[in-house]
């Protein structure tokens, strides 16, 4: 079966779906249907089911995938944005809290800061 596309291939313009069919019965479902706000691609998806069988523990994902923790937290921020969840507040508030923990130094959440600035203000 193919990938649902979220753009048209041919203008980029939006996809609406307009049927639907049960392939064990046939039955057929017709109308306009939005696609479903959140669309992750299958590395978000694995991410996601990874994030859950570790129970948010970034460091165990970090080791689990053999990538760096800023690595794991920017493909956090990816499937974030794909939630919706964009708001700079909350962004600073995820930094503290990391830094509290002691999960990064003082100059990492200072430059993580930093960063938010530059590319939100």
């Not at 990874?50 to 690595?71: A, D, I």
Request: proline content about 3%; hydrophobic content about 40%; some cysteine.
């Amino acid at each position: 079966m193919e990938k649902l596309p979220i753009n048209c291939p041919i203008c980029g313009g939006r996809i609406v779906i307009e049927k639907f069919r049960c392939v064990k019965c046939g039955v057929s479902v017709e109308g306009k249907f939005e696609i479903p706000e959140i669309l992750l691609n299958d590395a978000q998806w694995e991410f996601v089911k990874l994030f859950l069988k570790v129970r948010g523990n970034l460091k165990e994902m970090e080791r689990m995938l053999g990538v760096s923790y800023p690595t794991i937290r920017s493909r956090l921020e990816e499937v974030r944005k794909a939630f919706g969840f964009t708001d700079l507040m909350d962004e600073r508030e995820d930094i503290l809290a990391e830094l509290e923990r002691g999960d990064i130094t003082v100059e990492e959440a200072l430059k993580r800061i930093d960063e938010l600035k530059g590319g939100n203000e």
